[in-house]
């Protein structure tokens, strides 16, 4: 069972920047792709980015794009977000995940392909 906690969270004032990381344990964090996801009170969940396992390739949603940037410590067992230019809207929780790879076809945007999840970290950006 692979067991996520990530940390990092808390309030910054819009332009500002916060470095969001996602620790792992129990598996090597190596054998899974990984994502971050963020929930918006009364919002659905949406996808922000996600990273492979080996960190080679990157993903992002369009509204994070050139603003957020994923990466990973395999030896660390790490996974983090740096977060610049925050924007109100993008006061969330934000959510780690673990994808296993063991149905690629569902689009890495999906929060259906990932099998693991964190609790959460709460961001908050002030205009």
């Known amino acids: 069972q692979l067991h996520l906690v990530e940390s990092g969270g808390g309030l910054a004032q819009a332009g500002g920047s916060l470095r969001l990381s996602c620790a792992a344990s129990?598996?090597?964090?190596?054998?899974?792709?990984m994502g971050w996801f963020r929930q918006a009170p009364g919002k659905e969940r949406e996808f922000v980015a996600a990273?492979?396992?080996?960190?080679?390739?990157?993903y992002y949603a369009d509204s994070v794009k050139g603003r957020f940037t994923i990466s990973r410590d395999n030896t660390k067992q790490a996974v983090y977000l740096q977060m610049n230019s925050l924007k109100p809207e993008d006061t969330a929780v934000y959510s780690c995940?673990?994808?296993?790879?063991?149905?690629?076809?569902?689009?890495?945007?999906?929060?259906?392909?990932?099998?693991?999840w964190g609790q959460g970290t709460q961001v908050t950006v002030s205009s």
């Open positions: 995940a673990a994808d296993t790879r063991t149905i690629p076809s569902i689009p890495r945007s999906s929060s259906s392909r990932y099998d693991y």
């Open positions: 129990g598996r090597a964090l190596s054998s899974y792709d």
């Open positions: 990273i492979t396992w080996s960190g080679d390739t990157t």
